[in-house]
T-cell receptor, first 110, second 114 residues
Framework: LAKTTQPISMDSYEGQEVNITCSHN???????ITWYQQFPSQGPRFIIQ???TKVTNEVASLFIPADRKSSTLSLPRVSLSDTAVYYC???????????FGTGTKLQVIP | DTGVSQDPRHKITKRGQNVTFRCDPI?????LYWYRQTLGQGPEFLTY????????KSRLLSDRFSAERPKGSFSTLEIQRTEQGDSAMYLC????????????FGEGSWLTVV
């Protein structure tokens, strides 16, 4: 599984757009990029997944440049309820042991 | 609710006792995973099943840990002779092996060994 690097923590005010970037220099051709959100004392929740370019759903957008060596999770107009840890994972999660790392702790401030 | 279900959600046990956690995956998901998560850390892989076959085990899964999925549906994770270091959240997840490149987690089972 490709190693990922993401910021340990981020702070943002309510209503702002938050961008969390993940570096994955050794991403393989068949690897997907997947982001999970985790609240305290709960299991990780799938947010979004992509392979290249841009993916958008009702929760977030995922931007992936052409070289795929990094990706950016974009959360529009965050609220206090978006305070959580966000994990970036790279690989085919069905067939590979998933390594979550410590994720990015996002704190949304009123 | 058709998500991954785990039971119990919380368990407090005395050191040396055995505990068992149950996981019911999303219906028709043939892959089932167990993870462990300690405070401040991300989830760590323990083991996974495809149907009833246990295909991989992490070295984190000591001899005191055993997981089963007897009929390819629900799974149990048993910890024998618990130690204080076993205190953690045990997460179960499931996926479809053939389609869909992601796994879905349950809410976790918290274990506290006193």
């Amino acid at each position: 599984l490709a190693k990922t690097t993401q910021p340990i923590s981020m702070d943002s005010y309510e209503g702002q757009e938050v961008n969390i970037t993940c570096s994955h220099n050794n991403i393989a051709t068949n690897d997907y990029i997947t982001w999970y959100q985790q609240f305290p004392s709960q299991g990780p929740r799938f947010i979004i997944q992509g392979y290249k370019t841009k993916v958008t759903n009702e929760v977030a957008s995922l931007f992936i440049p052409a070289d795929r060596k990094s990706s950016t999770l974009s959360l529009p107009r965050v609220s206090l309820s978006d305070t959580a840890v966000y994990y970036c994972l790279v690989g085919d999660l069905r067939y590979q042991k998933v390594t979550f790392g410590t994720g990015t702790k996002l704190q949304v401030i009123p | 609710d058709t998500g991954v279900s785990q039971d119990p959600r919380h368990k407090i046990t005395k050191r040396g006792q055995n505990v068992t956690f149950r996981c019911d995956p999303i219906s028709e998901h043939n892959r089932l995973y167990w993870y462990r998560q300690t405070l401040g850390q991300g989830p760590e892989f323990l083991t996974y099943f495809q149907n009833e076959a246990q295909l991989e085990k992490s070295r984190l899964l000591s001899d005191r840990f055993s997981a089963e999925r007897p009929k390819g549906s629900f799974s149990t994770l048993e910890i024998q002779r618990t130690e204080q270091g076993d205190s953690a959240m045990y997460l179960c997840a499931s996926s479809l092996a053939d389609t869909g490149n992601t796994i879905y987690f349950g809410e976790g089972s918290w274990l506290t060994v006193v």
